[in-house]
């Protein structure tokens, strides 16, 4: 989700884009043979308020009057204009015949060369691109932003994200989705929800009236919808359609399929988005944990997280606003140093400030002054999974990390990151850590040095791309830290404050990540340079008032698909 006036902006655009009446629309009837559309997609910059084709058109794909897909798309006009193929699902109407809709200018092939297939088609082969990530999480194609839906249900945590198929921009806004047993390895399935249904009635079950903005997710385990099939529990999603309102749809399937209930929704009118829908087992009740932005007496935005309570999931009553907090709530409880007597709760904006405190199911009540913060870097929007075994609480952000071409895909994600919480000197922090999962794709360690054949530091030829560095710096004298380049890109190692520290490095094709102190700082930086090439080598050298205790370095294997 983007933020203030490019949020709006692009909203609208889009928006009055979708709306706008077109006399002459050009229409074309396609036989679906295979399970997805191919659809060509030019590298023409859709920008708004650019001339209409500058800034892409509507396509819109009917089967039958069922409103299937509408969206909108640079279309490349000829085959020499294609800069890359976009997919479209169309697995439900296999064997049928489509209705393409656009309203492109009349001397462009774009609707002609759409064409059925079972294969996504790209420009290298999928899975083993030269700038996809080998184990951190990427959608097939298109444009990435918030994590959604986060949820562990049935063995499996799933994952969802805002999507944009058919750009490598911002636009349109479906839910992507993937599932993992173990959050390295991922299935990415068919999109699940699906925007700009407006008005429509007879339209795709998963359609949204606009877009389709962020959200999570939980088990509804007592069926309080009423909807559940057999013994599997539902699953139920809040988001924000940005047409109405904060919305459900339920999935009765394990989050194969979705249904929005057109009759129900929304189900919370107000002046925000991004809500997060938690089981609070105490009260026996639903809480939704939701941005909400008013127009204060000196005409600037008040911005704060509404907490709202319900019972049945329909009917919802205001019971809190915390102010200071900006998009993308979180509010989970944690064990302090272990001990969940002693658990607090941790309310979290979009970028990761966070405060401590309590909380009775209906007010959240902090515990000290202002935020902190655990996090550095392009991390944003992140979310938790509800319902993780063993009560870990696991956060996924979103990496805002542009990728160039000829990757059809862009933006990304951190690792899985497990928070805690314990006491320090300075009171009550969270912890951010990669999750001991990762631990599973270290090959043999390259390095492993300790004592005075570490003490100076090293460096090591480093013809891969994928590495986990692990560091023990000890402070002796006044002034020290350590020097890291990987392939001439220096990385930012912490001052040592006390007397020894904890680092680690994990490198992929396109991030680098930095946790300090055994997890009170995680950082995030893209790869400078060298993105998508070997490193070459890895250099470390510590300061005067420095020793390297101990070195180690793991090449990392790949967790994608057929690795």
């Known amino acids: 989700m983007k933020s203030g006036l490019k949020l709006l902006a692009s909203v609208l655009a889009v928006s009055l884009l979708q709306s706008t009446a077109h006399a002459d629309l050009k229409t074309r009837e396609i036989e679906i043979k295979h399970k997805m559309l191919l659809v060509p997609v030019s590298d023409k910059p859709a920008t ?46 296999v064997g049928k015949t489509a209705k393409l809709s656009s309203n492109l200018d009349p001397e462009s092939k774009g609707l002609d060369l759409i064409e059925a297939s079972d294969t996504i088609r790209n420009p290298e082969p999928l899975y083993k691109e030269e700038l996809r990530p080998r184990f951190h999480f ?4 298109g444009w990435n932003n918030d994590p959604n839906g986060m949820v562990y249900f049935d063995g499996e945590y799933h994952l969802f994200w805002q999507c944009g198929p058919l750009s490598k921009t911002w636009a349109n806004m479906y839910w992507g989705h993937a599932v993992s047993k173990d959050m390295i390895h991922w299935e990415e399935l068919p999109r699940a929800m699906r925007p700009f249904g407006g008005k429509n009635t007879n339209r795709h079950p998963s359609m949204a009236v606009d877009c389709c903005f962020s959200g999570s997710a939980n088990i509804d385990d007592n069926n309080i919808l009423g909807v559940q099939k057999g013994d599997v529990k539902t699953m139920v999603a809040a988001y924000t359609d940005t047409g109405c309102g904060e919305v459900l749809a339920y999935s009765t399937d394990r989050g194969r399929n979705w249904v929005y209930d057109q009759k129900m929704n929304p189900v919370i ?4 988005r991004d809500p997060k829908l938690i089981w609070y087992e105490p009260g026996k009740h639903w809480v939704i944990a939701v941005y909400d932005e008013k127009k204060g007496q000196d005409g600037k935005p008040e911005r704060n997280i509404a907490i ?14 915390v102010p200071g907090f900006f998009e993308c709530p979180e509010l989970f409880e944690l064990a302090v140093d272990g001990s969940i007597e002693n658990g607090r709760w941790v309310l979290m904006g979009a970028n990761a400030e966070y405060v401590v405190g309590k909380f009775d199911g209906m007010k959240f009540t902090p515990e000290h002054a202002g935020k902190y913060k655990v996090f550095s870097g392009p991390i944003y929007a992140g979310q938790c999974f509800s319902r993780a075994p063993g009560g870990r609480v696991i956060y996924i952000g979103w990496a805002r990390i542009n990728i160039p071409m000829p990757a059809t895909f862009t933006q990304g994600y951190t690792l899985p990151i497990e928070f805690t919480l314990k006491t320090t000197k300075d009171g009550i922090r969270m912890f951010a ?9 270290r090959d043999k360690a390259l390095v492993d040095l300790s004592g005075e054949t570490a003490a100076q530091g090293c460096t090591v030829d480093a013809p891969d791309q994928e590495y986990d560095i ?3 710096l000890k402070k002796t004298g006044d002034n020290g830290g350590c020097a890291m380049s990987l392939g001439g890109q220096k990385v930012k190692l912490p001052a040592l404050t006390g007397d020894s520290m904890n680092v680690r490095v994990l490198v992929d094709r396109t991030t680098v990540e930095v946790v300090e102190g055994d997890g009170a700082m995680f950082k995030l930086e893209p790869r400078q340079g060298t ?7 890895i250099e470390i050298k510590p300061d ?5 205790e101990k070195i180690q370095i793991y090449k990392m294997k790949s967790a994608l698909p057929g690795a």
């Open 308 to 321: 709202y309570n319900s019972i049945d999931l329909k009917q919802w009553t205001l019971t809190d606003n």
């Open 433 to 441: 850590n990669p999750v001991k999962e990762l631990d599973q794709l």
């Open 138 to 141: 990427m959608q097939k194609q």
């Open 48 to 93: 708004p308020g650019a001339k209409k084709k500058d800034r892409g058109t509507m396509l819109e794909i009917r089967v039958g009057e069922t409103l299937v897909h509408k969206l909108n798309v640079v279309l490349a006009d000829s085959k020499e204009d294609v800069a890359w193929w976009g997919y479209l699902e169309m697995d439900e109407y």
């Open 470 to 472: 692990l560091l023990t």
């Open 544 to 548: 005067a008032g420095v020793v390297v």
């Open 269 to 272: 009118k107000h002046g925000g």
């Open 531 to 537: 993105m998508g090439k070997p490193i070459g080598k």
